[in-house]
């Protein structure tokens, strides 16, 4: 059984950065591509970014393109999400969640483990 536990979250102000991390046990890490969704009050789940099992393709949503960086260290069985020039419209709980797929994945569906959460609270 796949445990995916982030950290990282934060109340922080417009501008500045976060950088998330989302830490795996059991299962072999390298062998499941990784994803980031968000989930604000009153909202669906939504993709934020994924990356495949060795990390040789990323993909971000347009919303956080350009701001957000999704990458992972397999020696460490860790997927981080680098987080700039943070706006209020960000504020969310983030999840970490691992496919069985080893391409990118943006789908919610196709995730097979989650984390329970970060949040992340982003004041103008």
């Known amino acids: 059984q796949v445990r995916l536990v982030e950290s990282g979250g934060g109340v922080v102000q417009a501008g500045d950065s976060l950088r998330l991390s989302c830490t795996a046990s059991?299962?072999?890490?390298?062998?499941?591509?990784m994803g980031w969704f968000r989930q604000a009050p009153g909202k669906e789940r939504e993709f934020v970014a994924a990356?495949?099992?060795?990390?040789?393709?990323?993909y971000h949503a347009d919303s956080v393109k350009g701001r957000f960086t999704i990458s992972r260290d397999n020696a460490k069985n860790t997927v981080y999400l680098q987080m700039d020039s943070l706006k209020p419209e960000d504020t969310a709980i983030y999840y970490c969640?691992?496919?069985?797929?080893?391409?990118?994945?943006?789908?919610?569906?196709?995730?097979?483990?989650w984390g329970q959460g970060t949040q992340v609270t982003v004041s103008s």
């Open positions: 969640a691992g496919s069985w797929n080893t391409i990118v994945v943006v789908t919610r569906t196709e995730y097979d483990y």
């Open positions: 059991g299962g072999t890490f390298s062998s499941y591509s």
């Open positions: 990356i495949s099992n060795i990390g040789g393709s990323t």
